[in-house]
């Protein structure tokens, strides 16, 4: 099982006080050389298009607020820890590149309705975690985990259905065990656990992201931006997602340039932690 640098663990200790500081934030990250830069680095990246560059952890921290910089740190770390898992079947840029296009694609979904920028990021960072259990899973069983690709494609079924087939569970039940250990928001861990069985989600708020980053899911495997080995995704739901999310296919093509250039400026992400 994957674990979290000291850092970013320390980090979440320190967002989750009930009156979490900035200073105090700022001190965490700046015991970590590694990931100071990195985060200013992304801070003053064009994904976030700032005027002024910002030098020190402080001012990112007061002018984007603790919860972007904290998840900001978090992907970072997660993306850094995951990315030096030994793959078989998947090839890992093309796995971090699905897992950007979800995010961001998410993300502008929960712009377009509105919801707070804080909680818009939480969607980011449920979309990019989403599929987080398919590495362990590729990494620790490589043989059966071929095995299952291979049953995906050969009786074009979703992969997750493949997966339970092969192993008895899939690769929602393996990232809900890291998230738990990780000790991440609830919203993140119904995504991930989730994201292919929307009905198992029983509060409504949670419901409604989950719902989100599923549909960002289905827009990603459409219009065909990197791959997570699910090339024959179960669109039976589909309908049931529209519902809950009042959204259409008319919504998601009209987006596309939109997610196109805000993974262009997201792409920063990868060529930190890929290598």
Not at 51 to 74: E, S
Request: hydrophobic share 40%.
């Amino acid at each position: 099982m994957p674990s979290l640098s000291t850092t970013a663990v320390k980090v979440m200790e320190v967002c989750n006080q009930p009156d979490p500081s900035p200073h105090e934030l700022g001190r965490v990250i700046s015991l970590d050389p590694v990931l100071t830069g990195q985060v200013l680095k992304l801070i003053n990246s064009a994904y976030f298009s700032l005027l002024h560059k910002i030098t020190t952890l402080i001012r990112a921290i007061t002018m984007l607020g603790m919860n972007t910089v904290k998840n900001m740190a978090l992907s970072t770390s997660i993306m850094g820890t995951m990315s030096r898992q030994k793959t078989s079947s998947l090839e890992i840029a093309d796995f971090w590149a699905h897992s950007l296009g979800v995010a961001v694609t998410a993300k502008v979904l929960a712009k377009t309705r509105d919801l707070p920028y804080a909680r818009q990021e939480e969607f980011f960072m449920a979309g990019l975690l989403h599929d987080l259990g398919k590495l362990p899973m590729d990494s620790c069983f490589a043989s059966e985990y071929a095995q299952s690709l291979d049953w995906a494609e050969q009786e074009q079924i979703s992969l997750a259905r493949a997966e339970t087939t092969i192993f008895g569970f899939n690769h929602g039940d393996c990232g809900r065990l890291i998230i738990q250990k990780w000790q991440l928001s609830s919203p993140i861990l119904e995504a991930v656990s989730h994201h292919h069985e929307l009905e198992k989600v029983k509060n409504s708020a949670d419901r409604n992201l989950v719902a989100l980053v599923e549909l960002a899911n289905i827009f990603v495997n459409r219009f065909q931006i990197g791959c997570a080995g699910d090339c024959h995704p179960d669109s039976s739901h589909i309908d049931k997602i529209f519902e809950l999310t009042g959204s259409n296919w008319s919504e998601l093509e009209n987006m596309h340039e939109i997610v196109l250039e805000e993974i262009k400026k997201a792409q920063i992400f990868l060529q930190i932690t890929v290598t």
